[in-house]
């Protein structure tokens, strides 16, 4: 999953730096950023159920 957000980020960037349409580049930014925020929370909970604090 982690892979999956990195190479998200990356065709994001890639998109800016090629000046693609402005409506794609956000689209891919917001679901980036979607999607990340879910692997976050992903991994706080989990951590948090074998009793890790942080």
């Known amino acids: 999953m ?6 998200g980020l990356l065709a994001t960037m890639l998109g ?3 000046r693609a ?3 794609k ?3 891919a930014w917001w679901i980036m950023l979607a999607l990340t925020l879910l692997l ?7 951590s948090l ?3 890790l604090s942080y």
Do not use: M, N, P, W
């Open 2 to 7: 982690d892979t999956l957000i990195f190479a």
């Open 16 to 18: 800016i730096v090629r």
């Open 21 to 23: 349409a402005r409506t």
């Open 25 to 27: 580049v956000l689209a």
């Open 40 to 46: 976050l929370a992903h991994h706080i909970t989990s």
């Open 49 to 51: 159920k074998l009793g």
